[in-house]
């Protein structure tokens, strides 16, 4: 009986894992984007900063500003937009002129000052037929003013978290195993197809159990009165399997 409510636990508690699977995955994992600013951190994808920077063509300035960045790929932002929680907390944040002036950006620490190359070829610079500079090789000069938030992306939902697949694989393998054990011992003494009890001692379909009610043993009667009596419990008795 012990083992009958083991099981019957693990079953229930499977399908509980399962159920939370499938109302909990999909859900933003509860983990606070907000990280304190500290004089060593480094820019990382999804932060935003406060920046002045020169661009130059060839020889040429042809762009010098100041401003308040969202780190990430201008080509996504084009797509689904800045986060509403960054614009109403800073509603003069922008999206980066490109992708290589974000890989630029990311690992300076507040004060920091730069300069680097953004070669047309690269495919990181502006890539575009309507972009103004379509076509040229950019340089340019930044100097990281403040970092003003530490956003570092959390996963977005439970199955992002290195440790999750996983667990869930481990979970499932010994949750796979238990059923095949349980059906293993269910087939010894039982007819999967036709769920008729089988004998234990020469697998034929039984027409006696041991009288035992805690044990309930199935036997032919055979093999019951050869052994003289349950292997099991060792009780003499029998009762008729109806």
């Not at 730069?114 to 037929?129: E, T």
């Not at 199935?218 to 052994?227: D, G, I, M, Q, V």
């Amino acid at each position: 009986m012990a083992l009958e409510n083991l099981f019957r636990s693990l079953v229930l508690t499977s399908f509980l894992f399962i159920g939370f699977l499938l109302v909990f995955s999909p859900s933003l994992v509860s983990t606070s984007r907000a990280i304190e600013v500290t004089p060593d951190t480094k820019v990382e994808m999804y932060d935003v900063v406060r920046v002045n920077y020169t661009l130059w063509i060839e020889n040429d300035i042809v762009d010098d500003q100041e401003g308040t960045i969202y780190v990430e790929d201008p080509e996504i932002i084009d797509k689904e937009g800045v986060p509403n929680t960054i614009i109403e907390e800073f509603p003069n944040v922008y999206a980066p002129p490109n992708l290589g002036f974000v890989e630029g950006l990311l690992g300076m620490k507040a004060g920091d000052e730069k300069s680097w190359q953004v070669l047309f070829s690269s495919g990181k610079a502006f890539n575009n037929d309507t972009d103004p500079y379509h076509r040229e090789d950019l340089f340019y000069i930044i100097r990281l003013k403040k970092i003003l938030l530490d956003a570092s992306k959390p996963p977005t939902t439970l199955f992002d978290i290195p440790i999750f697949m996983p667990l869930v694989f481990l979970i499932s393998l010994v949750i796979l195993l238990l059923i095949i054990l349980r059906i293993q011992r269910y087939s010894r003494t039982h007819d999967l197809f036709r769920l008729k009890k089988k004998c234990l001692s020469c697998r034929n379909i039984a027409d006696v159990m041991c009288g035992n009610p805690g044990c309930n043993t199935p036997y032919c009667k055979k093999c019951f009165l050869e052994k003289n009596g349950c292997e099991v419990c060792h009780s003499n008795t029998m009762v008729p399997i109806n």
